[in-house]
């Protein structure tokens, strides 16, 4: 088996797996929600900490979504000139995007760490319900750093002349 292989075949249940907690936790965020509606509504009892709940799950998957993100180069850009680049100036531009990203990525994942060690020196509780916040900070700056190696891989890619990858008609990256 081949590096390059190797790399799809560890993508492809990466992503799947991403798209798998992603997935749980909008379900969960949806039904958490809903029924702290109907509780509040209906009953006047709304869901304790189903609000501080919701946020968590939040920003979990945000951070789950960013090395798919990432992966697919689905960054906001805004392509008022760079989509009339051609040959070595647009690889020279993606390269350096790419590369712009993956430094951006690894600040992130750095603060995220620094946030995350600070939380657990603390023992930092959340407001409503006591949940421990650094374990959840610590999965997040997993994410973040597992998205700057995605990002560091793009860059070697676009520096050896391959393609990104392409997008199909639902936006989804195969």
Known sequence: MTIGALVSRLWYWLKLMLEAVMAVF????????????????????????????????????????????TRAEGHLTIELLT??????????????????????????????????ASLQRGSALSGSLGIPLAPLAWIMTTLAWLSVFVSAVQVGLAVTGRE???KTSGGMIE
């Open 83 to 116: 989509g009339r680049l051609r040959g070595r100036v647009r690889r020279f531009h993606r390269v350096t995007m790419l590369a712009v990203i993956t430094l951006i990525l690894a600040f992130l994942a750095w603060r995220m760490g620094a946030q995350a």
């Open 26 to 69: 909008l379900l969960s965020m949806a039904v958490i929600t809903a029924i702290d509606v109907v509780g509040r509504y209906f009953f006047s009892a709304p869901l304790p900490g189903g609000y501080e709940i919701v946020q968590y799950l939040m920003a979990l998957s945000v951070f789950a979504a960013l090395p798919l993100a």
């Open 164 to 166: 990104a990858p392409q």
